[in-house]
T-cell receptor, first 116, second 111 residues
Framework: DTGVSQNPRHKITKRGQNVTFRCDPI?????LYWYRQTLGQGPEFLTY????????KSRLLSDRFSAERPKGSFSTLEIQRTEQGDSAMYLC??????????????FGPGTRLTVL | QKEVEQNSGPLSVPEGAIASLNCTYS??????FFWYRQYSGKSPELIMF????GDKEDGRFTAQLNKASQYVSLLIRDSQPSDSATYLC???????????FGAGTRLFVKA
């Protein structure tokens, strides 16, 4: 399967714990995005990487959230001191950044986070 | 005003009919427009993109863009029950790299 993969698919944690999610984009894609989606809403942009550089981060993202893409391949999203309001689906998407498909994003299956 | 607005629906159409989904956006400088389909419990799937004013057709789907009116639409011809899903409109704005999604329109196609 050459699509975007995310792990874990589900995560249940207690309030105050730290969690980390991983995203593996489509291999030739240099652009990677993280989104958060809650029930009845569209995906909400969190952050964007071009290769290993984090070029944009949502102002809505608190300092408890951090993301990395150390070698320009996979990415991790960490949430520290989780709160119940962090419960959501966390989606990763990638795009090639070139040609006519330069901004078309392909989504992974998501990681569903439940904070108790 | 939301950056990308869609009617939440549900929009209900009979099998074989045309489903018309609409979206407006606030950033006049936006350049790229996308429609995603999302089945319940699944992640969004790209079905159409449009960058220029006018119509773009792909199979049973037609995307329409009117930048002067800041309006994007998606027409689904010969609607099938398998088209029942939430359709998300997404817009890449003029500044930065982020793509803004609408809240989606739920479509039900009745057999």
């Amino acid at each position: 399967d050459t699509g975007v993969s995310q792990n874990p698919r589900h995560k249940i944690t207690k309030r105050g714990q730290n969690v980390t999610f991983r995203c593996d984009p489509i291999s030739e894609h240099n652009r990677l995005y993280w989104y958060r989606q809650t029930l009845g809403q569209g995906p909400e942009f969190l952050t964007y990487f071009q290769n290993e550089a984090q070029l944009e981060k949502s102002r809505l993202l608190s300092d408890r959230f951090s993301a990395e893409r150390p070698k320009g391949s996979f990415s991790t999203l960490e949430i520290q001191r989780t709160e119940q309001g962090d419960s959501a689906m966390y989606l990763c998407a990638s795009s090639s950044g070139t040609g006519i498909a330069y901004n078309e994003q392909f989504f992974g299956p998501g990681t569903r986070l439940t904070v108790l | 005003q939301k950056e990308v607005e869609q009617n939440s629906g549900p929009l209900s159409v009979p099998e074989g009919a045309i489903a018309s989904l609409n979206c407006t956006y606030s950033d006049r400088g936006s350049q790229s427009f996308f429609w995603y389909r999302q089945y319940s419990g699944k992640s969004p799937e790209l079905i159409m993109f449009i960058y220029s004013n006018g119509d773009k057709e792909d199979g049973r789907f037609t995307a329409q863009l009117n930048k002067a009116s800041q309006y994007v639409s998606l027409l689904i011809r010969d609607s099938q029950p398998s088209d029942s899903a939430t359709y998300l409109c997404a817009v890449k704005g003029s500044g930065g790299f982020k793509t803004i999604f609408g809240a989606g329109t739920r479509l039900f196609v009745k057999a």
